[in-house]
């Protein structure tokens, strides 16, 4: 079962589980005298005014024709480049210009300020660099760790990030040996691929995204995900509102080589539940209310298969209600641990004879993580799915925020079931609207909407009781945002 093919989706996946009569909304300030409104029927075949759920197939065409340019020989040329450097590992050396960590960083860094020399200051680069100090079975002695970020600064919202990252360090079977040959074609070769050839065509292209894209390779992942948690730090220390995150790590290989059938057309998309920052008091409350499918990531993960759709990455996303692979963990949960929506990409089934293996032939069987099994086409893909999602994320209004469900009862009544819902407005000049949206609690995926316009104030004559309910911000040229989950007052 684990090769099988996700279908693509063909259409919406509404359900009528509600009757036309329940979604009458009352739209205004909590204190003040409401106003009835009428809200998008629930029940689609009652009344036209119910939205779609998910995003019509009318790509912006600048986005088909970015995606078009993804080069998948130039994706090679770039594994190649970090094969031949014979180890990327943390802790090797800085200073050797053709073979180590210190020559892989001086090449990125090399292509990304080429990219933002030619992107008339669209693009900026930076170094980050830290010293790590000594961890227990990781880093023996006090170690520079540098990571390489690209950032596409936003025109109108340029405080709301949307990360992409691979990570540069590679490592063979002892995590410590730093001197014998680890290619990291695979892990993560194939991720840096993704992260150069986006920087590429994203600072080349004449187009305005409200949002601030930041492509960034990272340092340290091997040995305990060192550079990508500075980099979160630092992230979070600045007050930068990371509204979206995704690892690519390990995004090479479309065969297992086990003997399973190929997979070329299938992504696997970790998304926790369970955030990683939460605390005994966000536990109770999810236990109470039936939220652990709800938590930022897992929205994100609903997004990316609207944003990314197999008509046009040409490769289906196999969503996984994980944090990561089974007692595993990438890039991702540094973001994760400051609360901010973080998911990874991976490839649909890994072969750990070709990952954190020293290179050999043993009994018959190759080990070692070598370019020979990497499919370029597939990365070329994996980058399409990245370039749709950052493209969508970046264009839309920007996740809802402060969003509330409240659940204080009439006086002298134990319970109610009516829902009000509030929230702060939108910064974005082009926000038209918002949409509540609903599934049932068994529901995968958002099924039901009710477009209740430019307000931040609703209340519906639907019980808390029996369904979630969400939230996403439209604006005027249909663009939706990720949605939001209501935080729990009363």
């Not at 210009?97 to 960083?105: E, L, S």
């Not at 930068?240 to 998309?269: C, E, W």
Request: proline share 6%; glycine share 6%; net charge negative.
């Amino acid at each position: 079962m684990e090769n099988k093919d996700v279908q693509r989706r063909s259409g919406s996946t509404r359900r009528t589980f509600l009757s036309a009569s329940a979604a009458t909304a009352v739209a205004a300030p909590i204190v003040a005298k409401s106003v009835t409104a009428s809200a998008a029927p629930v029940n689609a075949a009652a009344g036209a005014r119910s939205a779609t759920i998910h995003h019509p197939n009318n790509f912006d065409p600048a986005l088909g024709a970015l995606i078009r340019q993804i080069d998948p020989n130039r994706i090679q040329a770039i594994i190649e480049k970090l094969v031949s450097f014979g180890t990327r590992h943390t802790a090797s050396s800085q200073t050797d210009p053709n073979r180590g960590i210190g020559a892989a960083i001086a090449y990125v860094t090399q292509q990304m300020q080429s990219f933002a020399d030619a992107s008339n200051g669209r693009m900026t680069v930076q170094q980050q660099t830290f010293t790590q100090q000594p961890v227990a079975g990781r880093i023996p002695v006090p170690t520079q760790i540098t990571n390489v970020i690209a950032t596409i600064k936003g025109t109108a919202s340029p405080e709301r990030f949307y990360v992409i990252t691979g990570h540069l360090d590679s490592r063979c079977t002892d995590v410590l040996d730093f001197t014998s040959d680890a290619p990291g074609a695979d892990d993560d070769g194939s991720g840096v691929a993704v992260v150069l050839e986006l920087a590429r065509l994203f600072s080349s292209i004449d187009h305005q995204f409200p949002g601030t894209l930041v492509l960034a390779t990272v340092d340290g992942e091997e040995q305990g995900l060192f550079g990508s948690a500075h980099m979160a730090t630092e992230m979070n220390n600045a007050g930068n509102d990371v509204q979206a995150m995704f690892s690519n790590d390990i995004v090479g290989a479309s065969k297992s080589f086990d003997g399973r059938p190929p997979d070329p057309h299938t992504l696997r998309l970790f998304v926790e539940g369970v955030p990683t920052n939460a605390t005994a008091n966000d536990i109770q409350i999810l236990t109470l209310t039936g939220g652990e499918n709800d938590s930022k990531s897992r929205q994100l993960g609903r997004f990316v298969l609207d944003a990314a759709p197999f008509s046009l990455t040409n490769m289906n996303i196999r969503t996984i209600w994980r944090r990561d692979r089974y007692l595993r963990a990438s890039d991702h949960v540094s973001f994760e641990t400051f609360g901010y929506p973080a998911a990874r990409f991976t490839e649909p089934r890994e072969n750990f004879n070709h990952e954190h293996q020293n290179v050999r032939v043993e009994n018959g069987v190759q080990f070692g993580d070598l370019i020979d099994f990497v499919d370029f086409n597939f990365v070329a893909r994996v980058a399409a799915v990245n370039a749709a999602t950052l493209w969508a994320l970046a264009t839309a209004p920007g996740t809802p925020k402060n969003l509330q469900i409240h659940t204080n009862p009439p006086p002298g009544l134990p319970g109610t079931n009516l829902t009000t819902l509030t929230w702060n407005a939108n910064p974005e000049s082009n926000l038209a609207k918002y949409e509540v949206v609903m599934r049932e609690s068994t529901a995968a995926d958002w099924t039901d909407v009710i477009d209740v316009g430019n307000v931040t104030t609703i209340t519906l004559d639907i019980s808390k009781d029996n369904v979630q309910f969400g939230l996403r911000a439209v604006d005027s040229s249909g663009n939706r945002s990720p949605v939001a989950f209501p935080v729990v007052v009363g």
